[in-house]
């Protein structure tokens, strides 16, 4: 127990002030929120009676005994229960048996904190015994039901990207066709049926289905429980010390009413003893091996089948399905095992010393892909099932990422846990990155990092997902550092300590070499095994492999921002000259920061090739080539660190020229992101992002290029010029109508290529992005075709075509085309038809027609708030129109719903441009009733945010 409260404290720090205000009553008076130390938790013992599943009961009751260490004597006990949890009785039990009724319990609804008053202090070990009722939930948080079923991947995932950050709508690429990645590469991936768990000593069996049942799914009950904690509802469920720190082992009664065909029950550990009596099954089960963080307690309840495989260490694994699809867990069943036995030899950290079995289970119903409970893994449906006999090959990628990625959380997370949420890259930024050094490991022949060539695995691909993820978030500099230095801010991103987390770590596994890192996280794991190691500790480690990265990567998780490096070539000495600075002018505000960058360069000059890795530690570092000469050089051409080389005009030609001619297609993909968002924060002129899109323009057009990957270039090449045009407002009409003519350049030969109609998956998905920019630059062959398609049947054009033929109609036709176009919106029900047709409309090219549509649409509507967005983001003749209507309705809205006008405030941020635009906002937000739904932080978060984005496009107009 000591060495559990040393641990605990040591992890919290010394500064926290614990004092007694209540007689006696140890609390938290430095850090608001928290609890105070004083009780230690050492083991909870969970007792749950449970309502049928498949009922309206939303009732349940419980009872939980939490052993604590008393750290500092108090004569109170804190605690965390949610609103809905109803403390019947709190009472203490010390060892000598005698036991102590709290007098007095109140509750801090601000914080979730039950403060239970004693008589007498509290001292040495207490058994804190509550009884409560509390609610099951619907929304896919704390114990909930949901419909147990299977859906589909597409239904149950959120797109991998989200929001765009560079836009405030989802993104809305086709889904591309599943195609071999590279010659001689197979459309599936040998699924354990076909390769047959080939170690001798292991065994697959099928749990109560059939080829039948497989082949004709049924389901007993079409409901179920299940869980999810993190970060902060386990406390819906049990009273608890909810903090991720504040460790414990758990057992757990589990009482759940039944049928005759009784439910299955499943906790983190293995189940000890199991009775029916005719309407409960009451499962006991066996006390966690190892102290685990509360959010990661978990339970379910249903009728499952599943499929289940012994490890050569004698760990068991299970895949949960509902009833019939138990075949579908295969593949996660597969990957489970060989990445387990994977991560065993290289933490030197056995899974028999986590827990003694690893259960995975569909659970329908959250708005999350997937969790790590210890020993209980839970995840949306199609992200762990899938039909063995036609599985395509993004499915299996999904399923094979999201297996690995929260199988290593049994190590990164579960085992080792971050001490507070600050730090959760602790936990999801190594989880981010282990998932593709895994799947690596598993299926080399994927090549999962830089995959691109004809194959959807490029979605979500390390460079395409987490390495572009995670600049999407942060080129601007508003977002918060890996690791936050203080209580968690509301402008947190995920994709910071997930993406940019990920794309660190490798650039420092890169570095050290990947078994020299992985080395020092064995390191790292056996010395902090069930504890909560701080980023100190993670840093100590790799310093006993490499001394000098703890100083290297300590900016990097402290640092918002990423660097870009200024690439310069004096020809007449051969001197190159590499200068590092951050890309956004938001962090410039701040005390120049430096960041270490492992960097390669390749320089070339009259067949001549000089390789070689410069230390960037310092603001520049200068390098002398072998001799004096227009050298061609290229800065990070594996794209292994994380930053931007920003290169002179000459440089940056033979960039477009190899950008045709020799770049590897995922290169040549960040290449188009990188180049825009330096075009955004000012880096590069708008002739640089000129000639990379021409560059881009070509290459789409060319038959080498293969159709699925042009049409991954021009969907993402096209949210970007919209976003980029919104905000250059400082541009003259000469200089804008000049890029909006080299676009129509860029674009046109692509268009001519896939043609109106016709065509494969490829050549439609490739398609619909070219006429809509097409139509939008003007180019005769897609506004004729697009324009032809509308006249035709306006409420009939193709899905995929609706942007680039509704767009024709407003922009490019006659008044009886727009008059169509309105008719059209009018009469659509509430659909993503009529948000295009609506969106269209503010493309319309005078401000007279611009104000009639906005009238017309009404204000404040779902269509009139997407033609808005259009006005703000690509119509230079109506934004100042399209501005002043969404200020003056916002302005409006406040006392009407906070929702709507927060949404407007989004479109605003994302196009502001101008002093006189922030201006604006600021006088939206301090007017009547904005209080009520901003609060101060927000508000002024929201206008640093702001006057960022205004900073750079003032620079890039400039």
């Not at 960037?616 to 050298?631: D, I, M, S, Y």
């Not at 990070?636 to 290169?647: F, Q």
């Not at 003519?741 to 998905?765: E, F, Q, Y």
Request: hydrophobic share 45%.
């Amino acid at each position: 127990a000591l060495a559990v409260i040393s641990c605990v404290l040591a992890i919290v720090g010394p500064t926290m002030a614990l004092v007694r205000p209540l007689a006696g009553c140890v609390v938290n008076t430095t850090m608001p929120g928290r609890l105070p130390l004083s009780l230690i938790p050492r083991h909870y013992d969970l007792h749950l009676r449970l309502p049928l599943a498949d009922s309206a009961d939303v009732g349940f009751t419980g009872e939980t005994h939490i052993l604590v260490s008393v750290a500092i004597p108090t004569t109170c006990a804190i605690f965390h229960a949610a609103p809905a949890v109803a403390i019947e009785s709190v009472i203490a039990k010390a060892t000598d048996g005698a036991t102590m009724s709290a007098i007095d319990t109140t509750y801090d609804a601000s914080t979730m904190m039950v403060t239970a008053q004693f008589e007498r202090e509290l001292v040495d070990s207490q058994e804190l015994i509550i009884t409560y009722s509390a609610e099951i939930r619907a929304d896919g948080s704390g114990l909930f039901r949901c419909v147990n079923e299977y859906e589909p991947l597409e239904m149950a995932a959120k797109r991998l990207d989200g929001l765009d950050s560079t836009t405030d709508a989802p993104r809305t690429e086709p889904r591309l066709p599943g195609r071999p990645h590279h010659a001689g590469a197979v459309d599936t991936l040998p699924l354990p049926s076909e390769r047959a768990f080939s170690r001798g000593n292991l065994t697959a069996t099928l749990s109560n289905s059939s080829s039948q049942r497989l082949a004709e799914p049924q389901r007993a009950t079409p409901q179920m429980f299940a869980t999810q904690f993190e970060r902060s509802d386990a406390r819906a469920m049990f009273p608890c010390l909810d903090e991720p720190a504040l460790k414990a082992t758990f057992a757990a009664v589990i009482e759940a009413a039944s049928p005759a065909d009784q439910y299955t029950v499943l906790f983190n550990t293995p189940l000890v003893s199991e009775a029916y009596d005719g309407t409960y099954v009451s499962a006991t089960f066996e006390s966690t091996i190892m102290p685990m963080s509360t959010y990661l307690v978990a339970l379910a309840v249903g009728h499952f089948d599943h499929v289940e495989q012994t490890s050569e260490s004698g760990t068991l694994f299970r895949v949960y399905a509902p009833r019939g699809y138990a075949a579908w867990g295969a593949l996660a069943l597969k990957v489970g095992v060989d990445i387990v036995e994977y991560f065993e030899r290289t933490y030197r950290f056995s899974f028999t010393w986590i827990n003694k079995k690893l259960d995975q289970i569909s659970v329908p119903g959250r708005d999350l892909n997937a969790m790590e409970n210890l020993g209980l893994c839970t995840y949306s449906p199609g992200f762990l099932l899938c039909d063995p006999d036609n599985c395509p090959l993004r499915d299996q990628l999904e399923i094979v990422l999201t297996v690995t990625h929260e199988i290593s959380h049994q190590w990164f997370g579960d085992l080792i846990t971050a001490p507070w949420w600050t730090s959760l890259y602790l936990n999801e930024g190594f989880a981010r990155y282990l998932q593709y050094t895994a799947t690596d490991f598993l299926y080399p022949e994927w090549d999962i990092y830089t995959t691109m060539e004809e194959s959807p695995l490029g979605e979500v691909s390390f460079y395409q997902y987490a390495y572009l993820g995670a600049m999407k978030a942060d080129f601007l500099g508003t977002a918060n550092p890996i690791v936050i230095p203080d209580a968690l801010p509301a402008t947190t991103s995920g994709r910071i300590f997930y993406d940019k987390g990920a794309s660190v770590n490798r650039m420092v596994a890169e570095y050290m070499g990947l078994g020299n890192w992985e080395s020092g996280l064995a390191d790292e794991i056996n010395e902090h095994a069930y504890g909560s190691p701080g980023v100190a500790d993670m840093l100590a480690a790799l310093g006993t492999v490499a001394p000098e990265v703890p100083a290297r990567l300590g900016p990097w998780l402290t640092t918002a921002g990423f660097p870009v490096v200024l690439v310069g070539l004096d020809s007449a000495t051969g001197v190159l000259n590499l200068t590092q600075a951050p890309i956004s002018p938001t962090v410039w505000s701040q005390p120049d920061p430096l960041w270490w960058l492992p960097v390669r360069v390749i320089a070339t000059l009259d067949g001549a090739t000089e390789d070689f890795t410069i230390d960037l530690t310092e603001k520049t570092v200068l390098h002398t080539l072998p001799r004096p000469g227009a050298w061609t050089v290229r800065v990070d051409p594996e794209l292994m660190t994380h930053s931007i080389a920003v290169y002179t005009d000459a440089l940056w030609r033979t960039v477009a020229a190899d950008y045709i001619a020799s770049m590897p297609a995922n290169t040549r993909f960040v290449t188009l992101w990188t180049t825009y968002f330096l075009a955004r924060t000012a880096w590069v002129p708008l002739r640089i992002f000129e000639q990379i899109i021409a560059a881009a323009g070509s290459v789409m057009a060319s038959p080498a290029e293969p159709l699925p990957i042009a049409a991954l270039s021009a969907q993402d090449l096209w949210v970007n010029i919209q976003s980029y045009l919104a905000l250059l407002t400082g541009l003259t009409d000469v200089t804008y109508n000049q890029f909006i003519a080299s676009l129509g350049n860029a674009i046109s030969a692509t268009v001519k290529r896939v043609g109106p109609t016709g065509g494969d998956a490829g050549a439609s998905a490739l398609r619909a992005p070219a006429l809509a920019w097409g139509v939008f630059a003007g180019v005769t062959d897609a506004v004729v075709p697009a324009l032809a398609m509308f006249r035709e049947s306006p409420a009939e054009v193709p899905a995929d075509l609706q942007e680039a033929a509704y767009a024709a109609a407003a922009q490019q036709g006659a008044r009886s085309d727009v008059d169509a176009l309105l008719a059209l919106v009018s009469s659509l029900p509430a659909s993503t038809q009529r948000t295009r047709a609506a969106a269209a409309l503010g493309a319309l090219p005078t401000i007279a027609l611009c104000e009639e549509a906005l009238t017309a649409l009404g204000a404040g509507t779902s269509a009139w708030a997407a033609a808005v967005q259009t006005m703000l983001r690509r119509n230079r003749s109506c934004r100042s129109t399209a501005w002043a209507a969404a200020i003056a309705h916002a302005a409006a809205s406040w006392n009407t719903g906070c929702s709507e006008t927060s949404s407007i405030l989004a479109r605003l941020q994302a196009a502001a441009s101008s002093a006189s635009d922030l201006t604006a906002i600021e006088g939206l937000l301090a007017g009547a009733g904005a209080s009520t739904c901003v609060s101060a932080t927000q508000r002024a978060v929201l206008l640093h945010t702001t006057a960022a984005n205004i900073r750079a496009a003032e620079a890039a107009s400039r």
